[in-house]
């Protein structure tokens, strides 16, 4: 009787110890939330407060002054976690992205942004698969490129002042443009449209490096770029036959991806370049250098041009072609 008063008494004054351990571990738990919940505000104020501001501490950081405020966005200080930028950890870094289309030069212009000493253009990174599955895989691999920890025969981590890659149109860009345009903006990324005025030539090449893809017409070998005149004669020798119905629908579907990736990426930071122009005139890629904030020098590719002849000689059926083109505004282009 006395025992069972005294467990009576003890359960309603002192609760077991399960349930006081659960009690604190309630309370511990509300803890952290609230804790987490101040974290959060004050991580998304930092988010939301003008990110030129943001970006001003770390210029002061690095002590350095020079860039008009209203580009300080595109100004960054990257501190990669695998290795240090030593001396130049306060050399700033733009971010860069070449969008293009396939047989465009993009291949030739990267070789030559990549003979200066302190740009990376890191490939075609997006053309493994995989990467362009959802957005978040895409802006993980960007975030990595652009924290400089993409490693390959390109990067020159430490002295690095302009950091990109190429990216092809059809490498899921315009699936995702509006977050990917987003990012831009929000990162700071400058953006290179890479097009090639004469479509009618890039066709040709397209068909050119299909028919080598399987026919490794040298040694055994595909190749989508060369580095001797030789290499270029064999590549060249192969003359397609252009589909004359479908060859009108398909040069205006490649215009209209071009007109639609310029109004999808005309709030970003942007320049548009055209292959003809880098090809003529040696100041179109002092302007590019401009554009990146790097110390403007000339620049240098082994590359060597494939098809150097008139359209009218590397086109099997070149009368037919110019046929189905007289009269069309496509006619004008591709005269040469
Ligand atoms: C960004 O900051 C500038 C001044 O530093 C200010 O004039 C502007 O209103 C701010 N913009 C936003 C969106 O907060
Ligand atoms: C920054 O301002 C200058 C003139 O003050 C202007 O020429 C330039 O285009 C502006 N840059 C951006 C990114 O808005
Ligand atoms: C360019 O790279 C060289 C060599 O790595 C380095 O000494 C120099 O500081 C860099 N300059 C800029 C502006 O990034
Ligand atoms: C996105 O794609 C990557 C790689 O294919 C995959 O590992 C990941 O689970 C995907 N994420 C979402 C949210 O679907
Ligand atoms: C990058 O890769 C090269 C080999 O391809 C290696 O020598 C170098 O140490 C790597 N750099 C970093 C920072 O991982
Ligand atoms: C093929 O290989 C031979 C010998 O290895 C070489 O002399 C020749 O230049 C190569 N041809 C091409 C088109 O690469
Ligand atoms: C040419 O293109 C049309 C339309 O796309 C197609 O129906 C036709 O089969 C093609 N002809 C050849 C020879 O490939
Ligand atoms: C145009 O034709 C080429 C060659 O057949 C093909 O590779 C390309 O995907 C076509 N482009 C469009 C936008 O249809």
């Given amino acids: 009787m006395d025992r069972e008063s005294a467990f009576s ?46 970006n001003e501490g770390a210029v002061t950081r690095c002590d350095i002054l020079s860039s008009s405020s209203n580009e300080t966005i595109f100004v960054h200080f990257p501190q990669p976690k695998t290795y240090s930028r030593g001396e130049c950890a306060c050399t700033p870094v733009q971010f860069v992205v070449i969008l293009s289309m396939q047989r465009s030069g993009s291949g030739w212009f990267e070789t030559l942004l990549n003979s200066h000493p302190n740009i990376s253009s890191h490939g075609e990174i997006f053309s493994v698969k995989q990467r362009t599955s959802n957005i978040s895989s895409i802006l993980m691999t960007l975030d990595r490129v652009y924290s400089l920890e993409w490693n390959n025969s390109a990067a020159k981590n430490e002295c690095v002042s302009a950091v990109g890659f190429k990216w092809m149109l059809n490498q899921a860009i315009m699936v995702y443009h509006r977050q990917i345009a987003n990012y831009f903006n929000w990162k700071g990324v400058s953006v290179i449209l890479l097009f090639r005025r004469n479509l009618l030539r890039k066709l040709v090449s397209v068909l050119a490096n299909a028919y080598d893809k399987e026919m490794k017409q040298l040694n055994g070998t595909h190749k989508s770029h060369v580095h001797t005149k030789e290499e270029a004669e064999v590549l060249a020798n192969f003359k397609p036959t252009l589909n004359t119905t479908s060859l009108i629908p398909n040069l205006s579907q490649v215009e209209r991806i071009m007109v639609d990736s310029l109004q999808h990426f005309k709030s970003t930071r942007h320049i548009i370049l055209y292959y003809e122009d880098i090809v003529n005139n040696p100041r179109a890629l002092y302007n590019v250098q401009e554009f990146l904030k790097v110390p403007v020098r000339s620049l240098l590719s082994r590359q060597v041009k494939i098809h150097t002849r008139p359209l009218s000689e590397q086109i099997e059926n070149w009368a037919d072609v110019s046929t189905t083109l007289r009269g069309t505004q496509l006619s004008q282009w591709h005269k040469t």
């Fill in 9 to 54: 008494f003890k359960l309603s004054k002192s609760p077991p110890f399960m349930l006081r351990m659960f009690l604190l571990l309630v309370v511990m738990m509300f803890g952290v939330y609230i804790g987490f919940l101040c974290l959060k505000q004050t991580t998304v104020q930092i988010e939301s407060t003008n990110r030129s501001i943001v």
